[in-house]
């Protein structure tokens, strides 16, 4: 009868451990070990170096639209380096750095980006890179079921962004998560853009983490630019996952810094003073700080490291170059691959025919 | 008034839609500040208000439902997807309510909207961003589908549509967006729906196509005059319902047919009219009506599309099999 409050949700943690000026809060800085601290920093800078040459590529019309990080290295290395090689990870469309982690080559993306359908190779425990918003949350949530029916000790991570938030697959993945309590983690890189979109005109609540409160599970808002942060929320997420079969949502507050893809013009909607803000929280000057104070390297090093990606990139776009030219030279019936695992024989005709119409007009485009 | 783009043409159509009825709004995702992706609505922003010209969260499905609530309640809503392939993620509203409310309520409750997606590969874009699938939309009792393929249509099509009483998903060939400028008046032109236009005359055979595969199909038959073959060419404009008339009268006196679509072959708009001229003209028919389309697959992976697309040659080649017969 009375009018009383039944639920008090639980509270919203805001987690940050190394600030934008490379200061450390020593009360809360994890016990990384330092192969890990520089496997870290190789990444996160491998990442912003791809992503550079990427970008050079498509000004220069060798690959075709590409979506960069810039700016979220943090956010998806250190949450996607918390996995095991057994742990599932299910990206959406801008997770280069984690996919480069998990086993995808510069020359996979590259072919992707190309246009190529060869560029879709998908180590074990990996989806592919998902276009359809927040649509691969709800496929996390059935790996995540299946493991936990074969009683297989495995975590799923899925990534998607702030805009993601608003589509109802994610509302149904995250719905789900929590009523069959399953080992999956969330992780939101909320970039503060859905291209033209600002995150508070995505949602009226205050933060993304709060959202998994409905739904019955935890739910953490991190510094996405701090490594150290990251990595502290999603070792406890899989954690989770992993011993008491619960989900967990990560918000990591981050910023792209580029464009949304390069056929998108950031000037139309955001001030140059905005992003110039953004930069002074760039993810990897802070962690070099971090990396030079603590002795585990010196500016040699981060110089050696980055020469040493730029040759393997060098290297990497020669070498998919010359995939590219073979893949040109390989007859292009091979546009009817793999459509089914059962052909059907309609499909099988308009194969030969268009075999036939090759060969008559001596292969070339018709 | 000077020459203009077909994506300038659908501009223009909505910004003089909006300035004649205060009821038409536009809304979607990047419509506003951004003036939507391919800029179909700029300037819209500024000059209507964002109360008319609504930035929404990324939400197709979303966007959709909260159109069929807007009809419901005297606005005119004109949602954008910004890619076909986004629509899918809407398709249960467009197919539950859209294209049923006026069914459902016999009358009651009609639902003029018209749902803008930019389709079609031949573009570079990566995967779903290149898709054509107006057969989901003419299968669908309850909507028209129309697909213009000059700015001049573009423009004339896009009034019509915003003016029809039904739901309109207006298909938008983004290959030929910028391709090439027509001259339109300055006066507002609208053009029915659910006519075709004869836009070359012929003796010999009857192509029929639409949207992106226009220029494809015209190129085919300019190819073919060179050999002293006389194409008749027909915009459909409207896929659904199909200008049998025009279509009937035209393939009568040619004795011949070919449709062209990109979209997929198996169940594609080409089977349709090629059962249309069947049933109504088959003793007419000189030979099989023939079709030149997109294979049954998804569009390929951006650097081998244009395999997959119908090209002029092939246009011509088929059109020279249906003549030896």
Not at chain 2, 260 to 273: C, D, M, T
Not at chain 2, 295 to 319: G, K, V
Request: with cysteine.
């Amino acid at each position: 009868m009375p009018r009383r409050i039944i639920e008090r949700p639980r509270g919203i943690e805001y987690l940050s451990i190394l600030d934008e000026k490379g200061r450390v809060d020593k009360k809360l800085e994890p016990d990384i070990p330092e192969e890990t601290l520089k496997a870290i920093h190789r990444l996160m800078v491998f990442a912003r170096l791809f992503d550079e040459r990427t970008l050079q590529l498509q000004r220069q019309g060798r690959i075709g639209t590409f979506a960069p990080i810039k700016g979220q290295e943090a956010a998806q290395v250190a949450s996607v380096l918390r996995l095991r090689e057994q742990d599932w990870f299910v990206p959406s469309f801008r997770e280069t750095a984690a996919q480069i982690h998990r086993g995808l080559t510069p020359q996979d993306v590259w072919l992707f980006y190309a246009g190529y359908r060869e560029g879709v190779r998908v180590p074990e425990h990996d989806l592919p890179l998902c276009v359809p918003v927040g649509s691969q949350c709800q496929h996390a949530v059935g790996i995540a079921y299946a493991s936990k029916l074969k009683k297989r000790d495995e975590v799923t991570m899925v990534f998607h962004g702030d805009g993601a938030t608003s589509e109802g697959d994610f509302h149904e993945a995250m719905n789900f998560a929590g009523v069959f309590h399953l080992p999956v983690v969330f992780v939101c890189q909320n970039n503060q853009w859905a291209i033209s979109l600002p995150r508070e005109r995505q949602t009226a609540s205050k933060t993304i983490a709060q959202k998994a409160i409905a739904y019955g599970f935890g739910g953490i808002q991190v510094d996405g630019n701090d490594p150290l942060a990251v990595w502290v929320a999603a070792g406890e997420a899989v954690e989770r996952a992993r011993s008491e079969s619960e989900p967990t949502l990560i918000e990591c507050v981050t910023y792209r810094l580029a464009v949304h893809t390069t056929a998108d013009d950031p000037k139309r909607y955001r001030s140059d003073e905005e992003v110039k803000e953004w930069e002074k929280k760039d993810p990897i000057p802070r962690f070099e700080k971090y990396l030079k104070a603590k002795g585990v390297m010196s500016d040699k090093d981060f110089a050696a490291v980055r020469e040493e990606i730029r040759e393997e990139l060098k290297t990497a776009w020669k070498e998919t170059e010359q995939v590219i030219r073979e893949l040109e030279a390989t007859r292009p019936d091979v546009i009817f691959d793999a459509i089914h695992a059962e052909t059907p024989p309609e499909l099988a005709e308009q194969r030969a025919y268009f075999l036939r119409r090759l060969e008559r007009e001596g292969g070339r485009h018709a | 008034m000077p020459e203009i783009t077909l994506i300038e043409g659908v501009n223009l159509a909505l910004k003089e839609k909006m300035a004649e009825n205060e009821n038409v709004v536009v809304l979607g995702q990047d419509v506003g500040l951004d003036g939507g992706i391919f800029r179909a609505t700029i300037g819209l922003i500024e000059e209507f208000g964002a109360d008319r010209v609504i930035d929404t969260p990324l939400a197709e499905a979303g966007i959709i439902g909260m159109a069929v609530g807007m009809a419901m309640n005297g606005l005119i809503p004109i949602p954008e997807m910004q890619f076909s392939g986004f629509s899918y993620t809407a398709f249960h509203q467009i197919e539950n309510h859209v294209a049923r409310y006026h069914w459902r309520t016999r009358g009651q409750i009609p639902m003029p909207m018209v749902i803008r997606m930019p389709y079609g590969a031949g573009v570079r874009a990566f995967e779903l961003h290149s898709e054509s699938r107006e057969a989901y939309w003419a299968h669908t009792p309850g909507l028209k589908v129309v697909i213009p393929s000059t700015p001049r249509k573009a423009r004339a099509l896009l009034r019509a549509a915003i003016e029809h009483p039904d739901p309109v998903v207006f298909y938008e060939p983004k290959a030929i967006y910028r391709a090439f400028r027509e001259n339109v008046s300055d006066e507002p032109e609208t053009m029915e729906i659910g006519k075709a236009e004869v836009v070359r005359e012929g003796r010999h055979i009857t192509m029929i196509a639409y949207g992106a595969m226009m220029p494809r199909t015209l190129e085919a038959a300019r190819m073919l005059a060179d050999e002293g073959i006389e194409a008749e060419v027909i915009d459909l404009m409207t896929v659904s319902p199909l200008d049998e008339e025009t279509i009937i009268e035209s393939v009568r006196r040619t004795g011949r047919a070919l449709v062209v679509h990109e979209a997929p072959r198996s169940f594609g708009p080409a089977a349709e009219i090629i059962a249309r001229l069947n049933d109504k003209i088959f003793f007419e028919l000189e030979a099989p009506v023939a079709r030149v389309t997109g294979y049954d697959m998804p569009p390929p992976f951006f650097a081998r599309e244009q395999w997959f697309l119908p090209s002029p040659t092939r246009i011509a080649d088929e059109a020279r099999e249906t003549l030896k017969l």
